[in-house]
């Protein structure tokens, strides 16, 4: 047995790269591009939180528009915008100018619209340096193609193309790129389990109810511009409420006190555009199957992690995370405490929120019923539309009643009136409310029948009810309508 005198070669150990302390980029392609180290191509998922977070703020711009030009006293409007309320034509090339120029203004300045700057992406040039503002232009003409075809020459090219290139990019020699950040410590952890998910979730939404229905009970009614104004933004301020939560400490009041954090699938900070959609599609994962899919799936993701890329895991390392709770807590309180001492809400006044003809249950009525306890007509039981002859069931579902013993004692009165305005029915204490038939949950449902006369003329009939309490001597109305046809 000879002895190997020959060394072998031995691997000298050699410092790792400044760029594997960051998330990964895509390979190399073969078309020259000029990127600089800490930065890498924008993925899909990257592009898409974007564009979404672009067109989030896009409509709330076209609202305060819309609003102020509502508002604007006639003797003052110039005559280009009294005409684009007697011409749809002009109204909508006016849109679709502002559209344009939001996205070609921003990214010919600053190279990346609000939304581009939220998901910490910027538009480069492929062979290097800042696009021209020619580039700019083809780039953002070629929307009127890219949209109509986005699943050609929009999502396909950009998912066929090495850079993520939809047609205008690839005609205009531009693509997204995306600043690398630091892979945390916390990217190793475990995912989280489906039921710490749910209860982190559950006390993350008594502080969103909280601090959204502070906000409601704050908007001031006498002031109907600002009303208006404050009600539209309710939606996006709840949002904002989470999403700079989780974008600013990576958790929520709900999560922390469960240990989780939300990161990138990267194991990196998620942007604030990312965690934007992640939370857009939190309405979807308000179900079953969404939590089905947390258990079944490797990184226990949701509809919205999946589409945002993020992972939610197991970590209590670091003390960012911690400044969540007062962060929550010390907002929902400032807006609770704002709204109960507001003499002039919507809920004191007695007034109604309403998305067209349609009454929005902003506070749920069994909660209404314990918060406020006052005699209240909940809701209605009546068809919509009637043939002359037909016979009308009408039903009531009221609460805030008093009771004599086990009896509560109400009546109603009732009014209808024709499609001219005629009085054809008038019924005091038809509705009577007089039974022992209480559920715990403190409502009566109460109900009465009439039949239409064979001759009744075709039109709009209006039915007023008003309900009066014998003890507590309160009293509600309540004007609903149907069709005869």
Same mark, same amino acid.
């Given at each position: 047995?000879?002895?190997?005198?020959?060394?072998?070669?031995?691997?000298?150990?050699?410092?790792?790269?400044?760029a594997?302390?960051?998330?990964?980029?895509?390979?190399?392609?073969?078309?020259?591009?000029?990127?600089?180290?800490?930065?890498?191509?924008?993925?899909?998922?990257?592009?898409?939180?974007?564009?979404?977070?672009?067109?989030v703020?896009?409509?709330?711009?076209?609202?305060a528009?819309?609003?102020?030009?509502?508002?604007?006293?006639?003797?003052?409007?110039?005559?280009?915008?009294?005409?684009?309320?007697?011409?749809?034509?002009?109204?909508?090339?006016?849109l679709?100018?502002?559209?344009?120029?939001?996205?070609?203004?921003?990214?010919?300045?600053?190279?990346?619209?609000?939304?581009?700057?939220?998901?910490?992406?910027?538009?480069?040039?492929?062979?290097?340096?800042?696009?021209?503002?020619?580039?700019?232009?083809?780039?953002?003409?070629?929307?009127?193609?890219?949209?109509?075809?986005?699943?050609?020459?929009?999502?396909?090219f950009?998912?066929?193309?090495?850079?993520?290139?939809?047609?205008?990019?690839?005609?205009a020699?531009?693509?997204?790129?995306?600043?690398?950040?630091?892979?945390l410590?916390?990217?190793?952890?475990?995912?989280g389990?489906?039921?710490?998910?749910?209860?982190a979730?559950?006390?993350?939404?008594?502080?969103?109810?909280?601090?959204?229905?502070?906000?409601?009970l704050?908007?001031?009614?006498?002031?109907p511009?600002?009303?208006?104004?404050?009600?539209?933004?309710?939606?996006?301020?709840?949002?904002?409420?989470?999403?700079?939560?989780?974008?600013?400490?990576?958790?929520?009041?709900?999560?922390?006190?469960?240990?989780?954090?939300?990161?990138?699938?990267?194991?990196?900070?998620?942007?604030?555009?990312?965690?934007?959609?992640?939370?857009?599609?939190?309405?979807?994962?308000?179900?079953?199957?969404?939590?089905?899919?947390?258990?079944?799936?490797?990184?226990?993701q949701?509809?919205?992690?999946?589409?945002?890329?993020?992972?939610?895991?197991?970590?209590?390392?670091?003390?960012?995370?911690?400044?969540?709770?007062?962060?929550?807590l010390?907002?929902?309180?400032?807006?609770g405490?704002?709204?109960?001492?507001n003499p002039?809400?919507?809920?004191?006044?007695?007034l109604?929120?309403?998305?067209g003809?349609h009454?929005l249950p902003?506070?749920?009525?069994?909660?209404?019923?314990?918060?406020?306890?006052?005699?209240?007509?909940?809701?209605?039981?009546?068809?919509?539309?009637?043939?002359?002859?037909?016979?009308?069931?009408?039903?009531?579902?009221?609460?805030?009643?008093?009771?004599?013993?086990?009896?509560?004692?109400?009546?109603?009165?009732?009014?209808?009136?024709?499609p001219?305005g005629?009085?054809?029915?008038?019924?005091?204490?038809?509705?009577n409310?007089?039974?022992? @038939?209480?559920?715990?949950?403190?409502?009566?449902?109460?109900?009465?029948?009439?039949?239409?006369?064979?001759?009744?003329?075709?039109?709009?009939?209006?039915?007023?009810? @008003?309900?009066?309490?014998?003890?507590?001597?309160?009293?509600?109305?309540?004007?609903?309508?149907?069709?005869?046809?």
């Open positions: 047995m000879t002895e190997n005198l020959i060394d072998e070669p031995t691997q000298e150990s050699t410092p790792i790269p400044d594997q302390l960051f998330s990964p980029a895509p390979p190399e392609s073969d078309e020259p591009i000029n990127l600089p180290s800490d930065y890498r191509i924008a993925n899909l998922r990257e592009r898409f939180a974007a564009w979404v977070t672009d067109h703020i896009l409509l709330y711009l076209i609202f528009g819309y609003i102020a030009y509502r508002h604007l006293d006639p003797k003052n409007v110039p005559v280009v915008l009294t005409h684009l309320k007697q011409n749809r034509f002009l109204a909508a090339t006016g679709t100018a502002g559209y344009f120029l939001y996205f070609f203004c921003l990214e010919g300045v600053l190279t990346a619209t609000f939304g581009k700057l939220l998901a910490g992406t910027s538009l480069r040039k492929i062979r290097g340096g800042t696009p021209s503002i020619f580039s700019v232009l083809i780039r953002n003409l070629f929307r009127v193609i890219d949209y109509p075809l986005f699943w050609l020459t929009g999502a396909g950009a998912e066929a193309t090495h850079h993520h290139q939809r047609l205008g990019d690839l005609l020699g531009t693509f997204l790129s995306k600043k690398l950040h630091p892979i410590p916390d990217a190793s952890a475990p995912p389990g489906t039921l710490r998910r749910a209860i979730l559950l006390f993350d939404i008594v502080l969103m109810a909280v601090f959204t229905y502070g906000l409601l704050a908007i001031p009614v006498q002031k511009l600002v009303a208006l104004a404050l009600l539209n933004l309710i939606p996006a301020l709840t949002l904002l409420y989470m999403v700079c939560s989780e974008a600013w400490f990576h958790t929520t009041f709900g999560k922390c006190l469960l240990g989780l954090k939300v990161l990138t699938e990267e194991g990196t900070s998620p942007s604030f555009a990312t965690i934007l959609l992640r939370y857009l599609f939190l309405p979807l994962d308000l179900n079953p199957l969404s939590y089905l899919l947390v258990l079944l799936s490797r990184q226990k949701r509809l919205g992690d999946l589409c945002s890329g993020t992972i939610v895991v197991v970590s209590r390392k670091g003390w960012r995370g911690w400044f969540a709770i007062p962060f929550m010390s907002l929902a309180g400032a807006a405490f704002a709204g109960s001492v002039q809400n919507f809920l004191k006044n007695d109604k929120i309403m998305l003809s009454e902003v506070i749920p009525p069994l909660v209404m019923r314990y918060i406020q306890p006052q005699l209240r007509i909940e809701s209605i039981d009546l068809k919509d539309s009637f043939k002359p002859g037909e016979r009308v069931n009408l039903g009531l579902k009221i609460s805030g009643f008093q009771m004599k013993g086990s009896r509560p004692m109400v009546q109603g009165d009732l009014l209808i009136q024709g001219d005629e009085v054809i029915l008038t019924a005091p204490g038809l509705l409310g007089n039974t022992t @038939t209480i559920t715990w949950l403190k409502s009566l449902t109460i109900a009465t029948q009439f039949d239409l006369n064979p001759q009744a003329i075709s039109g709009k009939y209006q039915v007023e009810v @008003t309900l009066h309490d014998k003890l507590s001597h309160q009293q509600t109305k309540t004007v609903r309508s149907f069709q005869v046809q």
